[in-house]
């Protein structure tokens, strides 16, 4: 049964360890998992550095570390870079092509190559038809798949969410065996792309750690905006990404 009342009710997860420092404790906020999130609250949301892992919505509220911070591009003031360049260059004949957010086995079985590629041994390395819809595929959302292809083989899926004026990359997966192409590079050229021509302003990319080697590849893309959940305010990230500077929040 869903509740029906204005607002919902915000919940702390138990602590575990974080999978991205392995030396800190993490926590999440979590909303009340009976609360029915509509369309209009999980804008809200998003504006509030939350994300969401299928219909269970989060933002990092860890003890004693304040590093995860939710980040997101303004796309109409995006500049590509010279290495950026070098990845459209060679990846000009792929193709992009939305779906409708579903199961396909072709999906599936690029998610479960990648996950073994790229997460052996932990809870994500292999996983099932369920948990696979479960995280990506259930949604109360505006949700869409985002496909590249070369030729008529299957690069990456992007799980994508249309949201106020703009759009949330919630998962992108690819091919492992074509790291060779940069396809989480380019995934997100052409996240950005979409967004432009949607004449969206954001593209959110979840969450960013500053001294998270997996997740460094983000503070590449330029300018970048990270929220600050103390303030309530989204601020810029210094292309040294050695620090963050305050902008009002938009």
């Known amino acids: 049964m869903t509740r029906q009342q204005s607002a919902p009710d915000l919940y702390k997860s138990t602590q575990h360890r974080c999978p991205y420092l392995l030396d ?31 219909t269970l919505y989060y933002r990092p509220h ?7 911070r939710s980040v997101r591009i303004p796309v109409q003031d995006f500049k590509v870079n010279r290495s950026q360049q070098r990845a459209l260059k060679r990846n000009a004949s792929v193709t992009t092509e939305l779906r409708t957010a579903k199961f396909t086995e072709e999906h599936f079985s690029l998610y479960r190559r990648y996950q073994s590629d790229r997460h052996t041994g932990d809870s994500m390395d292999d996983p099932d038809p369920a948990k696979y819809r479960q995280f990506l595929i259930n949604s109360n959302i505006d949700t869409f798949i985002l496909e590249l292809r ?10 994508m969410d249309h949201v106020a004026n703009g759009l949330s990359a919630v998962y992108t997966f690819y091919d492992p065996d074509e790291s060779h192409r940069s396809p989480g590079i380019l995934t997100i050229l052409k996240q950005i792309e979409l967004a432009r021509s949607i004449d969206y302003d954001w593209l959110y990319l979840g969450y960013w750690i500053k001294d998270c080697q997996k997740m460094s590849y983000k503070s590449c893309f330029q ?7 103390e303030t309530n305010t989204w601020i810029t990230v210094d292309v040294s990404y050695t620090h963050l500077t305050m902008q009002t929040k938009a």
């Open 24 to 54: 800190r404790t993490a926590a999440n906020l979590l909303v009340d998992p009976r609360f029915d999130v509509t369309p209009a609250l999980y804008d809200s949301l998003i504006d509030n550095g939350f994300r969401r892992n299928g």
């Open 62 to 68: 860890c003890p004693q570390c304040d590093q995860c």
């Open 150 to 159: 070369i030729g008529r083989r299957l690069l990456s899926v992007s799980v």
């Open 223 to 229: 300018p970048l905006e990270a929220f600050q959940p």
